[in-house]
């Protein structure tokens, strides 16, 4: 009696084919929330000191037990730090959880009998897929494979016991080395976001709208110009349990290239979307100007950015004057346009479903070059 209480609770599958489904996921209302609150959620840079655990010190010791007083020096090598290490996991999405200040444990001092100080254990600190590691600028380390690691910080090596120092010459040294301080760094973490599709337009284009239609992200929405301020992953569940990962560009400008508006500091994350979803709003005079524009822009940054695999969206197709323009964009533009509104969730079965055309033709792509497509 229990089993159909309990499908009656559960919310419906989420159905790329079935209208009905895709209608309820539009008439979901989502808790509004402001940018400055987002900005927990998705960190995509982080500044970070490092310092290697400390070296143990030497042992100072000389075996003595009944019959052997003359036992000699038995002082054994301090253990050595801990490195500091960055590991790639591909269930963190967000430098969110990263802190500012990492230090590796410190290795023990060496004891009696000639007997070793422990090594400190390393410290690993988990990163997204995809963190690029800059020292002075300068790229160090670019983990992009799951479990990949970087040694961020070398332990110190142990000091040396009087063990060590003894000679012919020296039979009862009392000598011993401290332990050797770790490798101290100041590091920059820089994630470029790995989504599988990327939502690129000009400011108030409806990215952010689109991707909480399609997604359960939550990013700020307001009637002003760059509301989106840090990027936003959402994913899109299938039936099959496949994720496609589309995430909200901040938008831009002409002359973001140049550093302009919100400049190369999102541009960065476009590089390794695998396909582009460009939005433009079809309610403005002649709207095949902004794909031009943006595309440039684009090109401009990156030579062959803009020839990835893409799609037009025409958002705003609620509004009369888009259904005016639309049949003129499409005049204008080579590219598949598919006309929605975020905001009414108009179409948005249509844009799901090429989405994962575009999906699937990725791995394709990547499994026949004998690659793994990267999962979320």
């Known amino acids: 009696p229990w089993k ?3 499908l009656l609770l559960s919310p419906p599958a989420f159905s790329t084919t079935c209208a009905r489904c895709a209608k309820d996921r539009r008439l979901r209302q989502k808790r509004t929330i402001s940018e400055r609150q987002l900005t927990r959620y998705f960190v995509d840079q982080r500044k970070v000191r490092v310092v290697g655990g400390q070296g143990g010190g030497g042992g100072h010791s000389f075996h003595s037990e009944p019959r052997k007083v003359f036992g000699g020096p038995d002082g054994g090598n301090g253990g050595d730090g801990g490195h500091v290490i960055f590991k790639a996991d591909q269930q963190m999405k967000s430098l969110a959880s990263v802190f500012p200040f990492y230090q590796g444990f410190h290795g023990e001092r060496g004891g009696s009998k000639n007997c070793y100080g422990a090594n400190g254990a390393h410290m690993y600190v988990k990163v997204p897929v995809g963190t690029l590691v800059k020292e002075d600028g300068r790229v160090v380390a670019d983990l992009t494979q799951h479990g990949e690691e970087y040694i961020a910080a ?12 003894l000679s012919n010459e020296n039979r009862a040294p009392k000598l011993f080395t401290p332990g050797e301080p770790g490798q101290d ?3 920059h973490l820089e994630l470029k976001t790995t ?24 990013p700020a929405v307001a009637a002003y110009p760059f509301t989106t301020l840090n990027p936003h ?17 901040p938008g831009l400008i002409k002359g973001a290239h140049q550093n302009r508006g919100l400049g190369m500091a999102f541009l960065k994350h476009i590089e390794r979307c695998r396909f582009l979803l460009y939005v433009v709003d079809l309610s403005v005079p002649q709207p095949w100007v902004q794909l031009q524009d943006l595309k440039w822009e684009l090109e401009a940054y990156e030579k062959g950015l803009s020839e990835r695999p893409c799609v037009v969206i025409g958002n705003k197709i609620d509004l009369a004057q888009s259904r005016i323009n639309l049949p003129l964009l499409r005049e204008q533009v080579a590219e598949r346009v598919i006309a929605l509104s975020a905001r009414t969730g108009d179409n948005l079965e249509e844009l799901l479903l090429h989405l994962r055309e575009l999906y699937d033709t990725y791995v394709k792509t990547e499994q026949s070059q004998g690659q793994s497509p990267v999962k979320w």
Not at 233 to 249: L, R
């Open 4 to 6: 159909p209480l309990l």
């Open 154 to 165: 070398y332990g110190g090596a142990g000091g040396k016991g009087n063990r060590f120092f």
């Open 185 to 187: 760094r100041l590091l």
């Open 195 to 218: 989504a599988h599709a990327g939502l690129v337009g000009f400011p108030n284009a409806g990215k952010s709208s689109l991707l909480r239609a399609i997604s359960r992200a939550k």
């Open 233 to 249: 992953v959402g994913i899109v569940h299938y039936q099959d349990y496949e994720q496609v990962s589309v995430a909200d560009i």
